[in-house]
């Protein structure tokens, strides 16, 4: 068989890159501090043998003061750039003190040294462009014996529009010599991986190609990753040609809207995965996340939060990453993590799915049920994956207790609603915004209780809710939905929960409680009076169901995925790596949790049928570890021909 001809470049990637990014626990305010602490928590909790292996210094660690606290930059005064004298930037020394060697910042070197000495890779973010600091300045353009910045920057084309550090670089040899200049510097100190920001939304097809050749022309393996997405399908091909992993979606956090959303992405891409290029569903916005670190004079400490993202919903994202073969980064901060948290990250069986299954994809997607179906192979015995989702909460599951009628600023503004719950083992309060398709639904719960049957009352916002899910922001608590006073009819409140229409706010109640009724003030936020511009909206309704059953029931028809009607197969839970498997035939039988997932692995004696033939090689094939070099002797394993995954059994 002829040379296979897969770019060199994917071959840095045979399976999705995975590790620690520090964005989402710090913003642009990380210090070498923390992302040591993280590298230390891999290394401990030995996750590199699971593929957790690169560390990722997320954006502005060129800058003294990076950040206004939280994720707004600081982008006016003195942000101390830190600039090298052929006008690349350099690590902060005040946040990165080990860049500072014999006096000279050395850059990153120290400390992609220290990260490499822990048997991990080290990752850096850019943003596309060149610093606006060259222009007028005296920096030389590497490469280059003139001054030639006029020729390497564009004062026309557009610039990153949220974050103004940069100017776009010229498609010329001039950009070219730029992007070499830094990709240069990037090698040097030893950097794995970078991620180029703004490059891919809109996308910038002629700085991605220059920063393919920079990369290629160092001989160092550097993973790129563009961002932020969403991609633009049409720009597939091109992907494929110039990158490890692109962007799925934009920046993603906590909320289950947010997550619920990928599934429509991954599916439109699943047909692109092949080893060396992985569309990227974003990172992980799980743990302890969203603090900021104090800059003194410039910003204040966040505490943060933990995620939002309930345990089911987190096992929904692992498992849509995982099956789809997502790139994993890890972006809370790693040591505040609790059992469960690290229980998602050192799944044996999981990770062999996320690197190894082949012909993942979307077996069905049922808008009625609220299921989502996934599947991928195990090559090296043909079992399968199958993952069931129970996306959707499903508004008519369940039964209507109360309605509050129309509340709008022409008509009743507000509503005491009171529901019988006896006996219910969900809570469910729907806010519907009228179907009018107009914003300003700022919805608010007064004094919201669980009254029992003694008449003590529980306040729902001392509870901790299953799941919220809205079209936009997120549940507050004691706050109304733009985290300003609770006010109904004009009345200020203490106590309650600011939503936004339309949303869906579910409570699991506890076994063997003895509630009877649900009671709360409903009506808009008076906020609407003034911030509404419009003479419509303001218009939402609250309804409550409640529901006897936490889980939704699951049949699922094996012989779509292959199986004979009559084929016993056995089912294994990848999740709770329960030890007792469980035999069936024709049907499996499941319930699945709300915004949850049953992850199983399912093997019959009759595997080798449907087991696809196309991972089979021989030793006789020309073929490439996983690290893309030529294997002379091939052995039991997987190899790589022809751009795809093979095994040898
Ligand atoms: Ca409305």
């Known amino acids: 068989m002829a040379q296979e001809?897969?770019?060199?470049?994917?071959?840095?990637?045979?399976?999705?890159?995975?590790?620690?990014?520090?964005?989402?626990?710090?913003?642009?305010?990380?210090?070498?501090k923390e992302v040591l602490q993280n590298a230390q928590y891999l290394v401990d909790n030995d996750l590199v043998k699971y593929g957790w292996e690169y560390v990722v210094v997320d954006i502005r660690w060129y800058c003294n003061h990076p950040s206004l606290g939280g994720g707004n930059y600081n982008q006016q005064g003195t942000q101390g750039y830190v600039l090298d004298e052929y006008g690349r930037y350099l690590p902060s020394p005040s946040r990165?003190?080990?860049?500072?060697?014999?006096?000279?910042?050395?850059?990153?070197?120290?400390?992609?040294?220290?990260?490499?000495?822990?048997?991990?890779?080290?990752?850096?973010?850019i943003m596309r462009g060149v610093p606006k600091s060259v222009v007028g300045s005296s920096y030389q353009l590497k490469g280059s014996e003139e001054t030639a910045w006029n020729q390497v920057y564009s004062g026309t084309s557009s610039a990153c529009t949220w974050l103004k550090d940069n100017l776009t670089v010229r498609y010329n040899e001039y950009g070219q010599l730029y992007y070499n200049s830094i990709f240069d510097l990037y090698a040097e100190w030893g950097v794995d991986f970078v991620k180029v920001d703004d490059l891919s939304r809109p996308f910038y097809t002629n700085e991605i190609k220059m920063i393919r050749k920079a990369i290629d022309q160092t001989g160092r393996p550097i993973v790129l990753s563009l961002s932020p997405g969403k991609t633009q399908y049409t720009y597939a091909q091109q992907c494929l040609e110039n990158a490890n992993m692109w962007r799925m979606m934009d920046d993603l956090w906590?909320?289950?809207?947010?997550?619920?959303?990928?599934?429509?992405?991954?599916?439109?891409?699943?047909k692109y995965a092949q080893p060396g290029n992985y569309a990227d569903c974003d990172m992980l916005p799980l743990g302890q996340i969203a603090m900021t670190i104090a800059d003194a004079g410039y910003t204040g400490a966040e505490r943060g939060r933990w995620t939002n993202?309930?345990?089911?919903?987190?096992?929904?994202?692992?498992?849509?990453?995982?099956?789809?073969?997502?790139?994993?980064?890890?972006?809370?901060?790693?040591?505040?993590?609790?059992?469960?948290?690290?229980?998602?990250?050192?799944?044996?069986?999981?990770?062999?799915?996320?690197?190894?299954?082949?012909?993942?994809?979307?077996?069905?997607?049922?808008?009625?049920?609220?299921?989502?179906?996934?599947?991928?192979?195990?090559?090296?015995?043909?079992?399968?994956?199958?993952?069931?989702?129970?996306?959707?909460?499903?508004?008519?599951?369940?039964?209507?207790?109360?309605?509050?009628?129309l509340i709008s600023r022409?008509?009743?503004?507000?509503?005491?609603?009171e529901a019988d719950i006896t006996g219910a083992e969900q809570l469910k309060i729907v806010v519907s915004d009228w179907n009018d398709g107009f914003a300003y639904d700022r919805a608010d719960l007064i004094n919201p209780v669980l009254i029992d049957a003694e008449g003590n009352e529980t306040s729902l916002a001392t509870l901790t809710a299953t799941s919220y899910s809205s079209d936009w922001g997120t549940l507050h608590i004691n706050r109304n939905v733009e985290n300003g006073t609770l006010r109904v009819d004009g009345q200020a409140y203490s106590t309650g929960l600011g939503l936004n229409a339309k949303c869906t706010l579910i409570y699991d109640l506890p076994a063997g409680h003895n509630y009877t009724t649900f009671r709360s003030l409903c009506g808009y936020d008076s906020s609407c009076d003034t911030d509404n511009p419009s003479t419509s909206g303001t218009t939402l309704e609250f309804i409550i169901y409640t529901s006897s059953s936490k889980e939704t029931e699951c049949d699922?028809?094996?012989?779509?995925?292959?199986?004979?009607?009559?084929?016993?197969?056995?089912?294994?839970?990848?999740?709770?790596?329960?030890?007792?498997?469980?035999?069936?035939?024709g049907t499996l039988h499941t319930t699945i949790p709300l915004h949850g997932v049953r992850l199983f692995k399912l093997h019959s004696e009759a595997t080798d049928a449907i087991a696809a033939p196309q991972n089979e090689a021989t030793t006789t094939d020309i073929l490439f570890d996983l690290q893309g070099r030529p294997v002379a002797t091939p052995s039991k394993g997987f190899y790589i021909k022809d751009g795809k995954k093979w095994l040898i059994q």
Not at 18 to 23: L, V
Not at 254 to 270: G, I, L, R, Y
Not at 557 to 582: H, M, P
């Open 96 to 125: 990165f003190p080990s860049v500072m060697v014999d006096g000279k910042n050395q850059g990153f070197k120290a400390l992609a040294d220290k990260i490499h000495s822990m048997g991990l890779k080290f990752g850096i973010h």
């Open 556 to 585: 699922f028809d094996l012989t779509q995925l292959g199986y004979e009607a009559d084929e016993l197969v056995s089912v294994r839970n990848i999740w709770s790596r329960d030890e007792n498997i469980f035999i069936t035939s």
């Open 410 to 417: 022409r008509g009743a503004k507000s509503y005491q609603l």
């Open 254 to 270: 906590d909320s289950w809207s947010a997550v619920d959303a990928v599934f429509a992405e991954a599916h439109e891409w699943s």
């Open 309 to 405: 993202l309930t345990e089911d919903e987190q096992l929904t994202m692992m498992t849509l990453w995982g099956i789809c073969h997502s790139p994993l980064f890890f972006g809370g901060e790693m040591t505040k993590n609790d059992a469960f948290t690290l229980s998602l990250l050192t799944n044996e069986e999981y990770h062999q799915m996320h690197k190894h299954g082949t012909d993942a994809h979307q077996v069905l997607n049922n808008t009625q049920t609220g299921q989502t179906i996934w599947t991928s192979t195990d090559p090296a015995t043909g079992d399968r994956y199958l993952a069931i989702f129970q996306r959707d909460p499903s508004v008519e599951q369940g039964d209507i207790v109360a309605r509050s009628g």
């Open 5 to 32: 001809d897969i770019a060199t470049f994917r071959t840095w990637a045979m399976t999705p890159p995975m590790g620690w990014n520090s964005w989402d626990c710090y913003y642009s305010s990380v210090t070498e």
